[in-house]
Nanobody, 122 residues
Framework: QVQLVESGGGLVQAGGSLRLSCVASGRYFSTYAMGWFRQAPGKEREYVAAITWSGATTYYADSVKGRFTISRDNAKSTMYLQMNSLKSADTAVYYC???????????????WGQGTQVTVSS
């Protein structure tokens, strides 16, 4: 079992940056693939980025490529999402999640955090 807690959200102006963190408790963090997801009001939850257990492979949604960077520090049981050049369209609740095995679709993620709000003002 893994418990996940996100932090780092907030209010930022368009063009600004934020760094989200996801701290995991429980065992075997380094064996889980991890992902960031977001959900805006009235919309479905969508994939943002994901990273394999080793960090060797990453995935980004087209909407964030070149602006967001996912990373992890297994020694600290922490995953990060560096968000640059933020747009109003990035406004959402951001969730981190974990799954066993390789990267996969959203419905394969077993453990979820409570989310952190990111609001980008234009």
């Amino acid at each position: 079992q893994v418990q996940l807690v996100e932090s780092g959200g907030g209010l930022v102006q368009a063009g600004g940056s934020l760094r989200l963190s996801c701290v995991a408790s429980g065992r075997y963090f380094s064996t889980y693939a991890m992902g960031w997801f977001r959900q805006a009001p009235g919309k479905e939850r969508e994939y943002v980025a994901a990273i394999t257990w080793s960090g060797a492979t990453t995935y980004y949604a087209d909407s964030v490529k070149g602006r967001f960077t996912i990373s992890r520090d297994n020694a600290k049981s922490t995953m990060y999402l560096q968000m640059n050049s933020l747009k109003s369209a990035d406004t959402a609740v951001y969730y981190c999640a974990a799954k066993t095995g390789p990267l996969g679709p959203i419905d394969e993620y077993d453990y979820w955090g409570q989310g952190t709000q990111v609001t980008v003002s234009s």
